[in-house]
């Protein structure tokens, strides 16, 4: 069992910056990031597999959105710059123990095994 442990959000006005934290108590093979703003359904963000470092991201957060990871500390992080209203959300970290990496495959839900409790992120001035 992995336990995965948000941090980072926050309020902060628009064109401001984040970065989100997510600790994982044990290795995994990757981690992605997903949000659910209210009232819609939660959706992917951004992922990486780790052995590689290869990321993924989803088309609408290319440019502003960084995923990241720190092997050694079991730490991935998600960089959010140029913030917009629309990025206001709760944000999800998932882990994925195993298997095979595609943008296909880490922007489906159920390609994770473990997921963390959320992080508001507010963009409003």
């Known amino acids: 069992q992995v336990q995965l442990v948000e941090s980072g959000g926050g309020l902060v006005q628009p064109g401001g910056s984040l970065r989100l934290s997510c600790a994982a108590s044990?290795?995994?093979?990757?981690m992605g990031w997903f949000r659910q703003a209210p009232g819609n359904e939660r959706e992917f963000v951004a992922g990486?597999?780790?052995?590689?470092?290869?990321?993924y991201y989803a088309d609408s957060v290319k440019g502003r959105f960084t995923i990241s990871r720190d092997n050694a500390e079991n730490t991935q992080y998600l960089q959010i710059n140029n913030l917009k209203p629309e990025d206001t959300a709760v944000y999800y970290c998932a882990a994925r123990r195993s298997g095979r990496f595609s943008y296909y495959i880490v922007s489906s839900e159920g390609a994770y095994d473990y997921w963390g409790q959320g992080t508001q992120v507010t963009v409003s001035s």
């Open positions: 044990g290795r995994t093979a990757g």
């Open positions: 990486q597999k780790w052995s590689t470092g290869s990321t």
